[in-house]
């Protein structure tokens, strides 16, 4: 086998490893967001004990998301030397970590919701419940460009057009929140918390897409 054929191996080797830790990651970046979706199910019946084990799930798993990163992170420094995209993964990485930030501060910001038993209308929850949604389905979609990112280059890049395309969707889905949200009675503290939420959520879906746009670049080089 001629040497620049085992570099390419090396590094789709080192690739796939990298691409099996943010894969973890988002697993369960999508599990917190189903917590979410179920705190605001029942953010107006003011169910201390659901809310509890929602935000317990999430603590876990916020716990469980760390000890990905810095496995990750610590591989692609032992890696470095033969990782032909690493500034593309460090870039990548820190994203995604931004986005279980963006989760936790959305749980929290619910939580106080609940147990200052601060209601919201209908229409309101509705509307973040299928924002939370769409957000599961931008992940839902990179992880799909990810799984292709090696085995199918050509197809990775034409599913890259997805992620793009349920950000825009989200952007739509976001005003429609933050309107419904600013023509309620509620008061503004709660209009303001209710922004906060919406905005968090709708960071997580730039934040993925963009990180779609690090992966686009690692596939130029692959097809």
Known sequence: MRREDLEVKRTSLSDSKIIGYLE????????M???IKEILRIVN???EEKLNTAIRDSLTIKDNISQIQESLLSYISRTSPALYHREDWIRITSKLGNVVDKMSGAIYRLEFLVKNRWEITGNIQDKLIKLTEAVEEIINEYVNVLNLL?????????????V??????????????????LK??????????????????EDISDAINSAADDIYIILLDLV
């Open 24 to 31: 973890q990651e988002l697993t369960l970046s999508k599990s």
């Open 33 to 35: 967001l189903r917590d």
């Open 45 to 47: 019946t003011f169910d």
């Open 150 to 162: 090696i085995l199918n280059p050509s197809k990775a890049l034409a599913l890259r057009k997805s």
């Open 164 to 181: 793009a395309a349920w950000e825009t969707k989200i952007d739509e889905l976001y005003r429609s929140s933050i309107f419904e949200t």
């Open 184 to 201: 309620s009675n509620l008061s503004f503290s709660t209009i303001l918390l209710l922004m906060n939420i919406s905005e968090m959520l």
